[in-house]
């Protein structure tokens, strides 16, 4: 098993930047990529970006790209999104993700690739 915690929500003004973190506990050996997900009030959960645990190949949503960095410290069993340039249309939960399966980065862009879910951060943007 792999315990996820993120921290780094809140609340920031359009045009405002945040840095949320996850933490992996546990099982970390069995990651082959984590990533970030989140979820608007009335709307799917969306994928956001991702990163593979080895070799760093990442992938971002095209609504991100360009303003949201995904990085990772293998070392501490973390990873990170940066966030900047944020609109109000970015106000969601957002949840980290581990996944302990095999696959191609572009692979972890879907919510089916990961076994493995923090409790998520509130972000909202003000405008």
């Known amino acids: 098993q792999v315990k996820l915690v993120e921290s780094g929500g809140g609340l920031v003004q359009t045009g405002g930047s945040l840095r949320l973190s996850c933490v992996a506990s546990?099982?970390?050996?069995?990651?082959?990529?984590m990533g970030w997900f989140r979820r608007a009030p009335g709307k799917e959960r969306e994928f956001v970006a991702a990163?593979?645990?080895?070799?760093?190949?990442?992938r971002y949503a095209d609504s991100v790209k360009g303003r949201f960095t995904i990085s990772r410290d293998n070392a501490n069993n973390t990873i990170y999104l940066q966030m900047t340039s944020l609109k109000p249309e970015d106000t969601a939960v957002y949840s980290c993700?581990?996944?302990?399966?095999?696959?191609?980065?572009?692979?972890?862009?879907?919510?089916?690739?990961?076994?493995?879910w923090g409790q998520g951060t509130q972000v909202t943007v003000s405008s």
């Open positions: 993700a581990g996944s302990g399966r095999p696959g191609g980065s572009y692979y972890y862009t879907g919510g089916y690739a990961y076994d493995y």
């Open positions: 546990g099982r970390t050996f069995s990651l082959s990529a």
């Open positions: 990163i593979t645990w080895s070799g760093g190949i990442t």
